[in-house]
């Protein structure tokens, strides 16, 4: 099971940066997906973070805006979100991505409980 945090209540043009943590198993040996649900919207994918290389990918709505990195040492995942728009007001959750990000979200796995990010003036 992970567990998300670092989620709240920012202003447009603001920053946030969200904690994908794990207890009783290493995160280095996962993928690790960020997703995030809006109201009335599918769920959706923002980013990954491949098992082996570290390499990232990104949705085109948040390129150039977020970063995803992982602390081995904390073994956590952070999904840094710059530049922050009122369309990414949403719960963001973590998950394992056994597919190694091949981004199929329903083979995704120990989905956390998910984290409310709102982004408002």
């Known amino acids: 099971q992970l567990v998300e945090s670092g989620g709240g209540l920012v202003q447009p043009g603001g920053s946030l940066r969200l904690s994908c943590a794990a207890s009783g198993a290493s995160l280095a040996t996962y993928a690790i997906a960020w997703l995030r649900q809006a109201p009335g919207k599918e769920r959706e994918g923002v980013s990954c973070?491949?098992?082996?290389?570290?390499?990232?990918n990104y949705g085109d709505s948040v390129k150039g805006r977020f970063t995803i990195s992982r602390d081995n040492a904390k073994n956590t995942v952070y999904l840094q979100m710059n530049s922050l728009k009122t369309e990414d007001t949403a719960v963001y959750y973590c998950a394992t991505d056994p597919t190694d990000c091949s981004g199929y979200i329903p083979l995704l796995e120990n989905w956390g409980q998910g984290t409310q990010v709102t982004v408002s003036s």
């Open positions: 973070i491949h098992k082996t290389n570290s390499g990232t």
